[in-house]
């Protein structure tokens, strides 16, 4: 949720962090902050709410000298937005700074103690209790700060990311995790220390990724030393990153989001490529392959996700159950992991997780995995937690997505998840030959039709102005385009601030339908095919109310558009296969009523990327 970054080496590390906060500023940007050891050895702490910028400015005049350093934007959890309660946090004597993303569910407990010793705390963070914590038992115990950060983290519930400096030991950087994510890049005589890589790709391709209750030691110009929260020794896992700089920039666009939109001929490409073979006749999924038996023997297939992510699996339950006729039930990860679910050693569980650090997800699977389940996942990071807790999975390969909304990382999700049901449905013998080379056939050709629909960007862009006023949506939809109207819907309120609903087309009769007026926009998604002729009938009780209809429809369609007040077409394909172009004219719509209203599309009110906490 919140942004980490870390830099002990030669060179002046306020520059390194600054850029690292810009490129992480997507995790949490509600206030900023810095620590720095200068040459003299005094602990700097800069900080201010607000974005990056505000905290440039803050210390513009400041002295930001030294080659050890920690910096954070954050996400509120615990204390509202200001400047106190904005990261890093001093300890009682200034002794010690300290970053944390997560949340300690027990700091309340923690808080009181210190109180008893004399400890005073200036913010309403749970984070200064941690630091507060960790320097009462370097003190009482009389150790050093890795090992006062070890036995501190065995007092702690929740979930962590932090660093933490020693005014008295300028040469180190002492990290930890627990549920939120942690990587070290490794230099000549330098580290780089983050939340993701995005802020070390510039710097070195060498990182290790930091497991759960791992206590790592950053040191100048020694070896990289990992210890359990128990101290027990690791040997660090060296691994190289497939980021690229230009991936990190907007080359060009004025945002993310739109960049991420334009991207997708070429992702899904990505996704597919040494999936599907040259000839078109074959799907090779290695995760499949590996534990055949797993998939045609499990009697159930439970999806679990969150959000942008929950949407893609619920159209991989229609595609999977078409194909291979095994039932799937679709669950929000944060109510699967409470409410008791019932798991049996033949279940198929995938988690689908763009960043593979979802909190309520990776909590999901280990209580699946606990019971027996076998844990497929669905991620674009390598490296992430949720992928290494499963049995097995699939990368979307997308690249890093920097717009908060998810465009690029869902349509990849889908696409991998197609792929799957049509191996399961192919193996189990559920689908036809045919039906599986016709689907596999067309499938290669999305990116291409992707880029046709893109082309009517600027006539959406022109229309999207009309409903800057609106202050409610519907969205509508029917089959696999019912899941879409839900992520169309969810779109617009993440980046526009405007309350939109996603609805099964033939559900509006049954309640939403008191709300249609010429005040309320219905987009509704008719591609010619399944239930086309229902949908039709649904779009004229919405004119007959006198409601005003977006439709996006087949090219070949001259009926709905007789009807709607705006169209957007999108080429005939394989109705499995709509979702993935009937979804980019609802990304772009939202993008641009967000422009025209002024709003933050890139970093939305509220919102962060990854949610690492629950």
């Known amino acids: 949720m919140c942004g980490i970054v870390g830099y002990i080496g030669h060179r002046n590390a306020y520059p390194v962090l600054i850029k690292g906060l810009h490129r992480l500023e997507y995790r949490g940007y509600d206030s900023a902050g810095v620590a720095l ?105 009389q150790v050093d700060l890795r090992q006062a950060v070890q036995l501190a983290l065995n007092q702690v519930v929740g979930a962590y990311a932090i660093a933490v400096l020693d005014k008295s030991n300028p040469d180190i950087i002492v990290a930890a995790r627990k549920g939120s994510p942690l990587v070290v890049g490794i230099g000549e005589g330098e580290y780089f220390l983050a939340s993701d890589a995005t802020p070390i790709v510039e710097y070195t391709d060498r990182v290790v990724y930091i497991g759960d209750e791992e206590v790592v030691l950053l040191e100048r110009d020694h070896e990289l030393d990992i210890t359990t929260i128990g101290n027990v020794h690791k040997t660090p896992e060296i691994k190289r990153l497939e980021l690229t700089l230009s991936q990190l920039e907007k080359c060009g666009y004025p945002h993310f989001m739109l960049k991420e939109i334009y991207e997708q001929p070429r992702t899904l490409t990505d996704s597919m490529r040494g999936r599907v073979n040259v000839e078109l006749s074959h799907i090779a999924l290695s995760g ?26 619920l159209i991989a339950m229609y595609a999977i159950e078409e194909f291979a006729r095994i039932p799937v039930e679709v669950e929000y990860s944060s109510e699967f992991r409470y409410r008791k679910p019932v798991i049996h050693k033949d279940d198929v569980v995938i988690a689908i ?73 192919h193996a189990k013998g559920t689908m036809t030959d045919e039906a599986y080379l016709r689907i596999i056939a067309e499938l290669n050709r999305i990116p291409e039709k992707i ?108 009926r709905v558009s007789s009807m709607a007040d705006y169209t957007i077409t999108v080429p005939e394909t394989e109705e499995c ?38």
């Open 288 to 313: 499949f392959i590996d534990n055949r038996e797993r998939f045609l023997s499990a009697s159930r297939i439970i999806i679990c996700a969150c959000g942008t992510s929950w949407h893609a699996g």
């Open 451 to 558: 880029g046709r629909v893109l082309e009517q960007d600027h006539a959406i862009s022109e229309f999207a102005k009309t409903f800057t006023y609106a202050q409610n949506f519907i969205y509508l939809g029917r089959g696999y385009n019912y899941p879409v109207a839900l992520e169309g819907a969810l779109k617009l309120k993440e980046i526009s601030y405007i309350h939109a609903e996603g609805y099964p087309a033939a559900e509006m009769k049954h309640g939403p339908i008191a709300l249609i007026s010429q005040e309320m926009p219905v987009v509704v998604i008719a591609p010619r095919c399944g239930t086309y002729d229902k949908v039709v009938s649904n779009i004229q009780e919405v004119k007959a109310r006198k409601g005003r209809v977006i439709a996006v429809v087949s090219e070949s369609d001259t």
């Open 353 to 425: 997780s763009q960043s593979g650090e979802t909190a309520d997800t990776l909590a999901a699977i280990q209580l699946a995995k606990q019971q027996g389940a076998f844990i497929f996942s669905i991620c674009n990071v390598v490296g992430a937690s949720i992928p290494r807790v499963s049995d097995s999975g699939c990368y979307t390969h997308v690249g890093p997505e920097i717009g908060v909304a998810s465009t690029k990382a869902f349509t990849a999700q889908v696409t991998a998840l197609t792929m799957l049901a049509l191996c399961i449905g």
């Open 37 to 141: 050891i200068n040459p003299a050895g005094q602990l700097n702490i800069y900080k201010a709410k607000g974005k990056v910028a505000e905290l440039e400015a803050f210390a513009a005049d400041k002295d930001t000298t030294g080659y050890v350093g920690i910096a954070h934007t954050r996400w509120a959890t615990h204390g509202e937005p200001n400047q106190v309660n904005a990261h890093p946090h001093y300890s009682e004597s200034e002794e010690l700074a300290i970053i944390h993303n997560g949340i300690i569910e027990n700091y309340s407990v923690l808080k009181q103690g210190l109180s008893q010793h004399g400890y005073t705390f200036r913010s309403d963070t749970d984070t200064e209790v941690l630091v507060q914590l960790i320097e009462y038992t370097k003190r009482s115990a």
């Open 577 to 614: 296969l709509t979702p993935l172009l009937t979804v980019i004219p609802l990304q772009l719509l939202a993008y641009h009523i967000a422009v025209v209203k002024g709003c933050d599309v890139d970093q939305p009110r509220n919102l962060a990327k990854s949610v690492t906490v629950e």
